[in-house]
């Protein structure tokens, strides 16, 4: 990832404070990241499309699977970087917008592999392994960890994509994209 500036930075570090309040506060690791993107200004969305996050928690709904925090760091950065209004175009259009170059799946495809490089895994359940108990307060302090992680990482993806657009090489994927 590119450097940012000092004014981004501060940006990153407010965002990070309004995630640990609100973690703190009893927002789940999803809503916690991305309600902080829109305390921060870097979301243009009401504060209600929170509840799309809610059901993130735990790897939705304690199910372990995909991490909350994951989840709400990519519809952040989704309700910054998706297509607006998609029905408007024709169908050609918006396949190439999705997989062309430049195409938004490049850059979507970025975040779950810088995810998963940080922290071994994508999963709730492999993420938080080492806690017999989900009350303990360690696991409290990884989801913590993972949470502030993801917002910075999120403040970074959606400079990122301000400033490079959808370039980006392919990682992993399941269309064998180059």
Known sequence: ????TPSEERIKDKACDAAKNNFKSGLNCAESVYMALIEVGLVDFPSETVAMTTAFGGGIGLTGGVCGALAGMVMGVSAVHGRFEPLNKNQQDNIKELYGNPGRYRFFN????????????????????????WADKERMRNCMKIV???????????YLGNKEGYTQPFGDNMAGKA
Not at 110 to 133: A, R, V
Not at 148 to 158: D, G, N, P, Q, Y
């Open 148 to 158: 502030l992680a993801s917002t910075e990482m999120a403040v970074e993806f959606i």
């Open 110 to 133: 970025q975040i779950p592999h810088k995810f998963k490089q940080e922290f071994g895994s994508t999963q709730c359940d492999e993420l938080n392994k080492d806690y017999s108990e």
């Open 1 to 4: 990832m590119r450097e940012l």
